[in-house]
């Protein structure tokens, strides 16, 4: 009866195929879902890669409910800095690849120095995405706010922006920063102090990273 049951059951999986019936769709806000969403962009005309990834920009209710403090509050710069960041990214697809796309998890070594630092702004284990075309990165986070694919586009920048102009040197040590090793666990701590502005605390820091640092490839 068992044997009878898987028969019956690979015969209908037979028929569909046999029929063209497409597979099953990924659950929306999955990894797999922004696969195949990023599938529609990789190769598409410029004009198509503009407006699409125009569209990735966090709109302000999702930017306060998922966002942590400090970077909360720099969401008005995001907004203002997202069309000037967005370029290289419309480039970036340009390629028709292979996409694939995982959660973003803090300590992935095959995470983007950016990457490894944005997983400090939003909240531990929260289901951020990461992609990648033909297995080299699309240098930027993903989050799906319910409708739509969305992207911390330009975001990294700013708060490396923060530490530089509080101090050049120690900025750059940031930049260092990623998803592994010391210095990005100092990293965290340094754009935490950067963001609030809390310039004692970020002196402090910035003295750790340097020695923390030193070893990081550039």
């Known amino acids: 009866m068992r044997r009878a049951g898987w028969f019956g059951l690979a015969l209908a999986i037979a028929v569909a195929s046999a029929c063209g019936r497409a597979p099953p769709l990924p ?16 190769g598409a005309n410029e004009a198509t890669r503009q407006r699409e990834v125009a569209m990735w920009l966090v709109d302000e209710a999702t930017w306060r409910r998922v966002i942590v403090e400090p970077y909360r509050e720099l969401y008005a710069d995001y907004v203002r800095g997202f069309d000037a960041a967005a370029p290289p990214l419309v480039a970036r697809l340009a390629p028709l690849g292979d996409v694939t796309a995982r959660r973003h998890f803090a300590g992935d070594p095959r995470l983007t120095r950016a990457q490894g630092r944005l997983r400090w702004t939003v909240p531990p284990l929260y289901p951020s995405a990461v992609a990648e075309l033909d297995g080299a990165p699309i240098d930027t986070v993903f989050l799906w706010d319910g409708t739509h694919w969305r992207a911390l586009v330009g975001l990294d920048e700013l708060v490396l922006a923060r530490a530089r102009a509080l101090d050049p040197a120690c900025g750059a040590r940031l930049a260092l920063a990623g998803p592994l090793g010391r210095c990005s ?20 820091l910035c003295g750790l990273a340097a020695t923390l640092c030193a070893n990081a490839s550039p």
């Open 27 to 42: 659950e929306p806000g999955s990894p797999e879902d922004l696969a195949v969403y990023l599938r529609t962009v990789a």
């Open 185 to 204: 666990e100092v990293g965290a701590a340094i754009a935490d102090a950067a963001v609030r502005g809390d310039r004692a605390r970020f002196g402090h």
